[in-house]
Structure formats: C-alpha cells, structure tokens
C-alpha cells in the first residue's frame, strides 16, 4: 500500500550545526504534509506543515521543503539546539481525506 | 485549555482481560482519532471519528472498539487484551471533518503492557 518512510533512522549533529531529516513518500495523490516532533514519553508534537502547492515553507528555525516530482520532503532545523533532541515523524494526508499516514521516524541526537 | 487529555498514563493487563482507554478535547474539534505506536514504529491509526456520532476503521482496527461519546470524548475499548497488543497509544484531535489543512493534536499517551 501507499507508504511514508525516511532515509536516516538516526541522525547526530553538533550543537549549532544546521540539520536536515528527509523523508520520502509514495502516495501521488496526498496534498499535505506536516512534520511532528515527539520527546521522550510525550505525544507528538505540530512543527511545521506544507500543502502540495507549495514548493518551500518557513518556520522559526525550520524550513520544509517539499518536492514533489520525486516525492520527497526535507526537514531543514537551523542551529540545532540541545532541546531539538527528539524524533522526528512526516506525515502525509491523501486528497479528500482526513487520515494522516505516517513514517516511522527519526531519531535526531544533538552532541553538545 | 488542556488540549487533548488521555487516562490512564500506564496500564498493565494480563491476557483476555478488558479495558477502555479515554481521551477528551477541550478545543472544540470534530475529529478525533486513536494511534497505536510500536518502537520503531511509526503510529498507526486504529479507528477515528470524523464527526460525533460517526467512527470509521483505520489501518489496524482487530481487536479494538471505540465509541464517539459525545462531541469532546473518544474511547477506545479492548475487550479481550492480547500481548500483541502491548503498545503506547495516542488520542488526537484535529479542528474539522474536512480541511485542507488539518493539523492532529496529539495527548500525552497511554503506555500499555499485555503480560
């Protein structure tokens, strides 16, 4: 079936570095991603999200980047911080839809 | 405004017993949905509902039941618990039927143990 996933299941990064996570999805039809970020023991939390008629979308510190004739999203974090350590999910919603299916994660490490 | 609510925080069963997990959202939302998140796993959606008085199945629905009770709560029931079911589970909300752009809102989670 229609599947999200992504390329590094753990990324390490020096404290102030840029990171980037990347994700592919297979799903044609989906029109909206967001990226989650989920803590030790809590729930997943809203990052950032892009519709499919954008290419580029910026938050503070974060920037996704979606491109669509490969099928890949990007999550870039500028100057990482100690508290950006976490997993990070995308997510991905069909057209017409309300379910959201997601990747399996990645685990970012921020070294100090 | 507490956002989305779960209880219990941790629950152990042992094999064939039941259990309903709640959740509730003060945000006003009409969707609400029930994930299950294995490690290593991504989540995985067990059933939502859309609206009140309306649930559909999701991607790994055996084993659960759910009720919309009212417009602010969303359960989820496992009548017989079976260790496969040992999991972290996550009550979302998100603020309509139908949007093009509907962010989930997610509760702190349930972290189950099925001996």
């Known amino acids: 079936g229609e599947s999200v996933g992504l390329h590094l299941p753990t990324l390490s990064v020096q404290e102030g570095d840029n990171s980037i996570i990347n994700c592919a999805y297979s799903n044609s039809a989906s029109d909206y991603f967001i990226w989650y970020k989920q803590e030790s023991g809590k729930g997943p939390q809203f990052i950032i999200d892009?519709?499919?008629?954008?290419d580029k979308r910026q938050g503070q510190r974060v920037t996704v980047l979606l491109n669509k004739t490969v099928k890949h999203l990007s999550l870039q974090i500028a100057a990482t911080q100690p508290g950006d350590s976490a997993v990070y999910f995308c997510a991905e919603r069909e057209a017409a839809g309300n379910k959201l299916t997601f990747g399996g994660g990645t685990r970012v490490l921020v070294k100090p | 405004n507490a956002g989305v609510t779960q209880t219990p925080k941790f629950q152990v069963l042992k094999t064939g017993q039941s259990m309903t997990l709640q959740c509730a959202q003060d945000m006003n939302h009409n969707s609400m949905y029930w994930y299950r998140q294995d490690p290593g796993m991504g989540l995985r959606l067990i059933y939502y509902?859309?609206?009140?008085?309306?649930?559909d199945k999701g991607e790994v629905p055996n084993g659960y039941n759910v009720s919309r009770l009212n417009k602010r709560e969303f359960s989820l029931r496992l009548e017989s618990a079976a260790p496969s079911q040992t999991s972290v589970y996550f009550c979302?909300?998100?603020?309509?039927?139908?949007?093009?752009?509907?962010?989930?809102?997610f509760g702190p989670g349930t972290r189950l143990t099925v001996l």
């Open positions: 892009i519709r499919s008629n954008m």
């Open positions: 509902s859309a609206s009140e008085g309306t649930t």
């Open positions: 979302a909300s998100s603020p309509s039927r139908t949007s093009s752009t509907d962010t989930q809102y």
